[in-house]
């Protein structure tokens, strides 16, 4: 299964592929920018996208956005990572089912463990089967 | 000289007729009697005689002579006069400028007190008088000043404003003016009287307030941004030592699985100082929304007896659990009330004896709930206990501090508590143990 992982954050990303590593059956992609991202999903398919809700340019929400209204790339399923807890919120507001964002299915507060990060990935996957 | 020959003079006149005349009287009387005493028509003329003539002696006594009226109005003066000093006195007193100032397009200042004359860099009354009010104020201000008198004055009430005041040298000051309405003996307005207050000291202290406040913010703001840059790095450190702990147990290498045990250890407690620090300033911004629903707190504990045993067990402590039967709804976020519990337990358990028995209790009564945790441990000194549940109580002593921890976790149980409407508190007895409890409001079922 390909996952890509869109964060400014080089070590995030590092650290985001070492644990998915741990899963022999999911290969990484890391991107360091929302545009690099767009690039990289247009070019090969993902099972899912791991996105970082604050980057400069284009930020997650906004990639989120763009992805939405894309017939390609409307249906990989997106999980934003924050280290605002005020994300859950937002999304909580609209009654956990993301209507603003179709995208995004699942939310990851930092500092997240290993256990909450694989469970979150294959929650999603299974959530697209 | 001429007092002394008036006072003489009158005041023995006065005091010797009405005796002379009264002397006359019974004189006449007596002659009257004797000589007619045994004729009838006498005593008609005896009565005559008296009622014609006696109430003249009495108004003689008590009629008042110019000279007394001229006395009294000489004491009446001088009790003016002391009251005038009186008065006089307390207004240069006064740390306040008062001064009135004329109905009329001058408006010319009619008087003012000595501090008026300070205050104002003036040299003296005269050279103060030769303004007019509105000299005093800054010329920007002359129109306000200006629709406030004549509003004052139409109102006949009295006003409290700002302005900005001028001194003799330029120099301007913030001011507070109190002015009322000066009426003469005909209740015609003549002037306007007027206490002024210089505010430059306050302002200085509202400033330095302000500069403190804002100075706290920037605190609170830092510790929150530098607490959630933290999350980032923290995030990488558990997660990889996370990932070579797997890594090393498929090596088979036992060793650098324990280093990377302590790694994972340590920052596990940098996480939770930041999420001290977060939930601290997230329940101190009062416009946070905070979860809050309705839950049974006796139900909450007995599901939690297992963990919180769990955290007594590491220094052999027992836990008595002394919990009611029945219901008790509150409403509140049970995570955050779960997490206040574990911090009275944990405490208890850090700070009490080892092996101790430490006691939880619950108290219902017909508005609240109350949870007691109970140790066996040294007590708390009294000097500490007032500050046990403010911020960082734990820096206070920072070189001699037993415990680890930056002093926020009884904080955070206050803020918690408190965002629920409830209290929290301690008892303590030296040598005998502690009592922390906090009590939350019950709702109706």
Redesign the interface.
């Known amino acids: 299964m390909k996952i890509l992982v869109i964060d400014n954050?080089v070590?995030?990303g590092?650290?985001?592929k070492?644990?998915l590593?741990?899963n022999a059956s999911y290969e990484v992609t890391v991107c360091l920018s929302a545009k690099e991202g767009l690039e990289e999903m247009k070019k090969n398919e993902y099972g899912v996208v791991l996105l970082d809700f604050m980057m400069p340019e284009i930020n997650g929400i906004d990639l989120c956005k763009i992805m939405a209204v894309d017939e390609k790339l409307k249906n990989i399923p997106v999980i934003l990572i924050s280290?605002?807890?005020i994300t859950s919120?937002v999304f909580q507001k609209s009654n956990g089912n993301f209507n603003e964002i179709s995208v995004v299915k699942g939310l990851l507060e930092?500092?997240?463990?290993?256990a909450e990060?694989l469970g979150k990935v294959s929650a999603v996957l299974n959530l697209n089967k | 000289m001429q007092e002394v020959f008036d006072f003489f003079s009158l005041k023995v006149s006065r005091k010797i007729v009405p005796i002379l005349l009264l002397l006359t009287y019974f004189a006449v009387v007596i002659w009257f009697v004797l000589r007619f005493a045994y004729a009838p028509q006498s005593y008609f003329l005896i009565a005559l005689f008296l009622f014609s003539n006696l109430p003249s002696a009495f108004i003689i006594i008590s009629k008042k002579s110019n000279a007394d009226l001229l006395g009294e109005l000489k004491t009446t003066e001088k009790a003016l006069r002391a009251t005038y000093k009186h008065w006089d006195s307390l207004l240069s007193l006064l740390p306040q400028a008062v001064f009135g100032y004329a109905n009329n397009a001058d408006g010319n200042i009619l008087f003012v007190n000595d501090f008026g004359i300070k205050l104002f860099g003036y040299n003296d009354l005269d050279d103060f008088k030769r303004m007019g009010y509105l000299d005093i104020f800054d010329s920007s201000q002359k129109a306000k000043i200006i629709a406030e008198r004549d509003n004052l004055i139409e109102r006949r009430s009295t006003a409290i404003s700002e302005y900005v005041g001028l001194k003799k040298d330029g120099t301007k000051f913030p001011v507070a003016l109190y002015s009322t309405p000066i009426m003469d003996s005909d209740d015609r307005i003549s002037g306007v009287l007027g206490i002024l207050i210089d505010l430059s000291e306050i302002k200085r202290f509202k400033d330095t307030i302000d500069q403190l406040h804002s100075l706290d913010q920037a605190k609170d703001d830092f510790l929150n941004i530098a607490a959630h840059e933290l999350k980032t790095p923290l995030t990488s450190i558990l997660v990889i030592s996370e990932v070579l702990k797997e890594k090393s147990k498929n090596l088979g290498d036992l060793e650098i699985g324990k280093d990377v045990d302590l790694v994972f250890g340590e920052a596990e407690r940098l996480k939770k100082l930041v999420d001290q620090i977060l939930t601290a300033t997230r329940f101190e911004n009062k416009h946070h929304p905070i979860k809050s629903e309705p839950f049974d707190l006796l139900a909450l504990i007995n599901s939690h007896v297992t963990t919180l045993k769990s955290l007594a067990e590491p220094r052999g402590s027992k836990l008595d659990f002394q919990v009611s039967s029945g219901q008790a709804m509150v409403s509140a976020d049970h995570d955050k009330i779960m997490e206040v519990l574990n911090n009275f337990v944990d405490n208890a358990v850090k700070y009490g004896a080892p092996k101790q028995t430490i006691t939880i209790k619950t108290i219902i009564n017909s508005s609240e709930i109350r949870v007691e945790v109970t140790d066996q441990g040294a007590g708390i000194e009294p000097e500490k206990i007032g500050r046990i549940f403010s911020k960082f109580s734990q820096l206070e002593n920072s070189f001699s501090r037993t415990q680890e921890g930056i002093g926020l976790g009884l904080y955070i149980c206050r803020l918690i508590i408190e965002s629920y409407k409830g209290k929290v508190g301690v008892k303590s007895v030296l040598k005998q143990g502690s009592t922390f409890f906090f009590s939350l409001p019950l709702i109706k079922k």
């Open positions: 954050d070590s995030i590092i650290t985001i070492a644990a590593g741990l280290a605002l807890p919120e930092k500092p997240f463990s290993v990060l």
